[in-house]
């Protein structure tokens, strides 16, 4: 999971996308007349729907405990009914130190929802994901600090790979990643857990090594070690889901720390990647956005707000539903299996600690086509 970069410090302006005789240049105006266009069919279906009286699948402001410890950038996942949150960036944008990072570790009964149960924490970090395999709960890399407050920043990407067992209640260690990496994201497929994106912090993030290949290892024979692939891309803040054989790689931020759209999608069987519809426009476009697979859909929420869906033949975003609190390095989890938990993150101004309950409609409210990215290949 993500951390913010130094071009988000603040809501982005329009400076810039004027003519010299001030007026907007036709291509901002086209873009912000298409995102406009897609808002209000959204609202206009919605409406009708509501009117209808037939609104069944509303996000909705649940009754599920808000998170103990209000965090950006931290690793979230369902598994046997519980919800499992790690580490994050406690801190303001921007401000990292030894006491901004957590390692706490807590899970939440879904059936239940009224209390987190603090479990035994772990190396401080943030930018990492949590994946489920096999009963265990993994932490795959991340980010922490060695300075204090006030103290010159001095960042550190981390090799660490670890799992928790939830029956003996005990971390230990697995096969380390070959190099450090953070602000990337993970996903399990069979036995093989695969890594995409990210970098490589030592000392300050405008140091940084954008990281040019993705990670593969075997769960069912961790000692046989990582393996590396090439990526056609370098990006991080991305949300990674998989579907099948396939591994999506969604949005995040490219090595020119511009927000992108891009989606990216590697099959495991072939070898091969290909591109998928880039992700709708809308503030920060898909940087530090969250995705997830359930019941043979995959799922994203990026900070425009929307519930998306990719449509089945993988060519399309639908939109579903949307949140009640529009968020950005959050975390979009599971909840059985015909609903979705979004939770923690920032809403632009405040970090926000709730969870919110969406049920995705059976019917898209809108269908939207977004043209395929050209790919980055290195």
Not at 299 to 325: I, K, P, Y
Request: glycine share 10%; charged share 20%.
């Amino acid at each position: 999971m993500p951390f913010f970069s130094g071009d988000l410090r603040k809501r982005p302006s329009i400076s810039g996308k004027l003519t010299k005789a001030g007026a907007l240049s036709p291509r901002y105006y086209a873009r912000m007349l298409k995102t406009f266009s897609i808002r209000f069919a959204a609202l206009a279906v919605g409406v009708v729907v509501m009117l209808s009286g037939c609104v069944t699948h509303q996000s909705v402001k649940t009754s599920l405990a808000p998170l103990p410890e209000t965090v950006t950038s931290f690793g979230a996942v369902t598994a046997d009914g519980w919800l499992y949150a790690f580490g994050g960036h406690k801190g303001e944008r921007h401000e990292y130190s030894v006491e901004m990072v957590s390692g706490s570790f807590q899970r939440l009964k879904l059936s239940d929802g009224r209390a987190w149960e603090m479990l035994p924490s772990a190396t401080p970090g943030q930018g990492q994901p949590l994946v489920t395999h096999d009963g265990f709960i993994y932490r795959v890399g991340g980010m922490a600090a060695r300075n204090h407050a006030d103290a010159k920043q001095d960042l550190f990407s981390m090799s660490l790979v670890q799992r928790f067992d939830p029956r003996t209640q005990r971390w230990e260690n697995v096969t380390p990643l070959p190099a450090p990496r953070s602000s990337h994201d993970a996903v399990v497929i069979g036995n093989k857990l695969y890594v995409a994106g990210g970098w490589q912090v030592s000392g300050r993030t405008d140091k940084a090594i954008w990281l040019t290949n993705a990670l593969v290892l075997d769960l069912a024979h961790p000692q046989a070690g990582w393996k590396e692939f090439p990526q056609p891309f370098q990006r991080r803040a991305l949300a990674l889901a998989a579907l099948g054989t396939r591994v999506f790689c969604i949005g995040g931020m490219d090595s020119n720390n511009k927000p992108t759209l891009a989606v990216d999608i590697y099959d495991t069987a072939t070898g091969e990647w290909t591109k998928g519809p880039n992700l709708p426009p809308g503030e920060h476009e898909g940087f530090s956005c969250s995705a997830i697979a359930q019941d043979g859909w995959i799922f994203a929420n990026a900070f425009q707000g929307d519930l998306l869906r990719l449509s089945t033949n993988a060519r399309s975003w639908e939109v579903v539903g949307r949140v009640e609190h529009p968020r950005m390095a959050h975390r979009l989890v599971t909840a059985g299996k015909t609903q979705l938990i979004a939770l923690g993150g920032e809403d632009g101004e405040d970090k926000r600690p709730d969870l919110e309950l969406l049920t995705p409609t059976a019917t898209p409210v809108v269908a939207i086509k977004t043209q395929t990215a050209t790919a980055n290949v290195q």
